[in-house]
């Protein structure tokens, strides 16, 4: 979960880690989210599948939080889940505290892809670069299965808790 936040909600332009600003790029880069403006039949389609249903829809439901919750069906289960009105005000799921317990809640139970931490990271074994896929495929999954490497590593090294896996 922390490599994911590390990655999804760092603030390029600012240099900002764990930031609560939206996922970065012009309304224009979002159109391929938008189930008006997608530049092709199969981009539209997988916006209207994703609940984007009017122009406009991918540019006000791109990522934020630090899982960069995206998609309006997204904001609805978050919304139905933690009963805050999340799909009238999308920026309300970048806030700390409803971007942690979203993150926490989507990546246990998979709630994004259908993926859920338990099927990558467990006492069978654990499998940092595929556990990408609980969040967006394998986007970047070598960069961000280094990152929590490191997160395990100054864990180990810091902390006192016992290692449980919780299904």
Do not use: C
Request: proline share 4%; aromatic share 12%; net charge positive.
């Amino acid at each position: 979960m922390l490599a994911t936040a590390r990655h999804e909600a760092y603030h390029f332009p600012t240099g900002e880690f764990f930031s609560s600003k939206p996922e970065v790029g012009s309304i224009a880069y979002f159109n391929k989210y938008d189930p008006v403006l997608a530049s092709t039949e199969e981009h539209r389609n997988r916006a209207i599948a994703n609940g984007n249903t009017q122009e406009g829809d991918g540019y006000r439901y791109r990522g934020r939080g630090l899982v960069h919750l995206t998609w309006k069906n997204n904001y609805r289960k978050a919304q139905e889940h933690f009963d805050v009105n999340f799909v009238s005000q999308p920026d309300k799921a970048a806030e700390p505290e409803h971007s942690v317990p979203i993150m926490i809640w989507g990546m246990k139970e998979g709630i994004f892809t259908g993926k859920k931490l338990s099927d990558y990271i467990s006492s069978a074994g654990v499998n940092y670069v595929e556990a990408r896929r609980i969040i967006n495929g394998s986007d970047q999954q070598q960069l961000i299965a280094g990152y929590a490497r490191k997160f395990e590593s100054i864990l180990r090294k810091t902390s006192s808790a016992k290692e449980i896996f919780v299904p």
